[in-house]
């Protein structure tokens, strides 16, 4: 299989694990049903019986987002073999793939990081693209911080120790 399906495949895979378990199920479960509809009418039955035990799987473990990541690998499995018996369903796969994605709920990810030195250590924390390093480094009894001011020193007025 070429880079580009292999990466369809995943995404679709991903996409209809995604779908499973959401507001937008019933429509996901019955495009993905069409699309192996290919095969016969049999094989829509059973991978509709198939979407709806993994779905049921989603739905009642606890680990929702583990089961979701032990489902992509059988599903892509699953899209890999129809696009070789029917490369002419890989058009077909895009759309239901666009289609479903724009039925998903849409997530946001609030991160917070906390980075902590100790004992004189020094510590470092980004994330994300475009990220910029700031090193704070605080003087040790004895040593001179930056600026020429010692710990336990105050600046003119100024009452708090450096």
Not at 14 to 26: D, F, K
Not at 93 to 117: F, I, K, S, Y
Not at 119 to 138: E, K, M, N
């Given at each position: ?64 987002e583990g089961v979701r990541e032990e489902l992509v690998r059988p599903w892509a499995r699953r899209l ?83």
């Open positions: 299989m070429t880079d580009p399906m292999s990466a369809l495949v995943m995404t679709g895979a991903t996409t209809i694990v995604a779908a499973m378990a959401t507001s937008g199920w019933e429509s996901a479960r019955a495009r993905v049903a069409e699309l192996f509809g290919r095969r016969g009418d049999d094989e829509v039955t059973a991978i509709a019986v198939q979407l709806d035990g993994d779905a049921h799987l989603v739905a009642d473990e606890e680990d929702t890999a073999a129809l696009l070789r018996e029917h490369p002419e369903a890989t058009e077909e796969l895009r759309r239901v793939v666009e289609e479903v994605a724009a039925g998903l709920p849409r997530t946001e990810h609030h991160w917070t990081q906390n980075v902590t030195a100790h004992s004189g250590g020094t510590a470092f924390g980004t994330q994300g693209p475009g990220s910029s390093v700031h090193i704070h480094r605080y003087a040790t009894a004895g040593e001179t911080a930056p600026g020429g001011a010692v710990p336990g020193d105050t600046a003119p007025g100024d009452s708090s120790p450096a």
